[in-house]
């Protein structure tokens, strides 16, 4: 992995992804893909390459792998769960003929692709607890659906074309960079802005609702090492369950009371989202990731907390 194109880069794991890569990475040339109306900025655009990149347009895309002998895509243009229920047909054009698009141009041109599933990827059948890497799927919205077909096609593309597709089922991700944008999980995001601001936060998932979370150096951590990691281990491809921590709203806001007691909290349940999440695992098994590629993450419910309370301090210049 040396000449990388981040498609979806100014978006909340792209953002910091491509930052992590440049860092990271010796040697390596990061262009960072985006889409008009979303253009890098700061220490994105300054830091290297930049180049309009909608994963609808595969000449485009074959045009900038040319330019700058691309060798891996980490492909992150997608609608989140609670857009993509909104607007199903935008999500499967991006998701899906967006994703064609990049498959094809990586066959041609000799590419390794990251595309992420997710936790909502899974549907109400579904084990709960300890969901399996391979078990039923089945999901109910439009973003999973789309997820699965990804896992599906990016698998077709390995086996029939030899291209090397590569994923990780990501749970809710969790940063102190990017704001999120729209999905089932973001709450546990917001709540951090408004303890850390004062004010009340409004929670649109009911108590006792639990999920996988992740803090976001983990979730980058996790789609470097999948795409370095020694091919001849891996038995999976398309898609790892990853975790880190799993949590109902309640045990997330009193973690966050021991560091800001005054945080207060009220519900509004939204029922799109708390369907979705409904739908949802409590907990996945990642053993087969620890065990191919040896997975890990680093960050607990307490020290991801401690860190996004500091950060966010900083970044809103709040004492």
Same mark, same amino acid.
Request: aromatic share 8%; charged share 25%; with cysteine.
């Given at each position: 992995?040396?000449?990388?194109? @981040? ?8 953002? +910091? #992804? ?7 990475i ?14 890098? *900025? ?12 909608? &994963? ?11 330019? /700058? ?10 609608? #989140? ?18 994703l064609?698009?990049?498959?094809? @141009? ?15 990827s ?22 999973? &659906?789309?997820?699965?077909?990804? +896992? #599906? #096609?990016?698998? /077709?593309? %390995?086996?029939?074309?030899?291209? =090397?597709?590569?994923?990780?089922r %990501? ?11 729209g ?9 951090? /802005?408004?303890?850390? *601001? ?19 150096p ?7 090492d999948?795409?370095?990691? =020694?091919?001849?281990?891996? @038995?999976?491809?398309?898609? %790892? ?21 005054? !945080? *207060? &909290?009220?519900?509004?349940? =939204?029922? &799109? ?14 053993s ?10 680093? %960050?607990?419910? =307490?020290?991801?907390t ?5 950060? !966010?301090? *900083?970044? !809103?210049?709040?004492?």
């Amino acid at each position: 992995m040396k000449n990388v194109l @981040v498609i979806g880069s100014t978006g909340q794991i792209g953002s +910091e #992804l491509t930052m992590k890569i440049r860092r990271e990475i010796a040697g390596s040339t990061v262009v960072a893909g985006y889409i008009p109306g979303a253009e890098p *900025k700061g220490i994105l655009l300054e830091s290297g390459p930049a180049e309009v990149a909608d &994963v609808r347009d595969a000449k485009a895309l074959a045009e900038i792998v040319d330019k /700058y002998q691309i060798d891996t895509i980490y492909n992150l243009a997608a609608l #989140l769960s609670a857009v993509a229920e909104r607007k199903p047909l935008l999500a499967w054009d991006i998701q899906m003929n967006g994703l064609i698009n990049i498959l094809e @141009v990586s066959r041609e041109k000799g590419c390794a692709v990251f595309t992420p599933s997710s936790i909502g990827s899974f549907g109400p059948e579904t084990p709960r607890v300890d969901t399996p890497q391979d078990t039923i799927q089945r999901p109910r919205s439009m973003y999973g &659906v789309t997820k699965v077909s990804t +896992e #599906l #096609l990016s698998d /077709y593309y %390995f086996y029939k074309y030899g291209v =090397d597709t590569r994923s990780v089922r %990501f749970p809710g991700l969790i940063s102190n960079v990017t704001l999120p944008g729209g999905g089932t999980t973001d709450y546990a995001v917001e709540v951090y /802005y408004s303890a850390v *601001k004062g004010e009340e936060f409004v929670c649109p998932i009911g108590p006792g609702t639990y999920m996988d979370m992740m803090y976001m150096p983990d979730a980058l951590k996790a789609a470097i090492d999948i795409m370095i990691a =020694d091919p001849s281990r891996l @038995v999976h491809r398309n898609s %790892f369950n990853i975790a880190s921590m799993s949590f109902e709203p309640e045990q997330l806001f009193a973690k966050i009371r021991e560091y800001i007691p005054s !945080l *207060k &909290v009220r519900y509004e349940v =939204d029922p &799109v989202r708390q369907a979705i999440a409904n739908s949802w695992p409590d907990k996945m098994d990642d053993s087969c990731a620890r065990k191919e590629w040896d997975w890990k993450p680093s %960050f607990d419910m =307490d020290s991801m907390t401690r860190d996004m309370i500091d950060a !966010l301090r *900083k970044k !809103l210049q709040i004492s």
